[in-house]
């Protein structure tokens, strides 16, 4: 059984920093693309950072240069540091797999609330 762990969210004002951390569990014997996606209230979820098949990382155009993916393979962890917070990335952020075995399966996290007052 496969799980997707987020943490890190919280209430942060603008201009602040969070960083997400989300880990992959269970029978996983390799990583095809991990990331981070995100939903804001009654809009529809994006593409925030992800790495690809292979090993690049992609950034929505509203995060370049103030969000940063990283990863450590040997812990099955993907990480993201945000800077520069502004009330518009106030939103559900999740976290999102695709994994060998069962590559037809895209895994999903709960979530993590991240709120930017400002």
């Known amino acids: 059984q496969v799980q997707l762990v987020e943490s890190g969210g919280g209430l942060v004002q603008a201009g602040g920093s969070l960083r997400l951390s989300c880990v992959a569990s269970?029978?996983?014997?390799?990583?095809?693309?991990m990331g981070w996606y995100r939903q804001a209230p009654g809009k529809q979820r994006e593409l925030v950072a992800a790495f690809n098949s292979g090993g690049r990382a992609n950034y929505a155009d509203s995060v370049k240069g103030r969000f940063t993916i990283s990863r450590d393979n040997a812990k099955n962890t993907v990480y993201l540091q945000m800077n520069s917070l502004k009330p518009e990335d106030t939103a559900v952020y999740y976290c999102?797999?695709?994994?060998?075995?069962?590559?037809?399966?895209?895994?999903w996290g709960k979530g993590t609330l991240v709120t930017v007052s400002s």
């Open positions: 999102n797999a695709n994994l060998i075995p069962n590559s037809e399966i895209d895994y």
């Open positions: 269970g029978r996983i014997f390799s990583i095809n693309s």
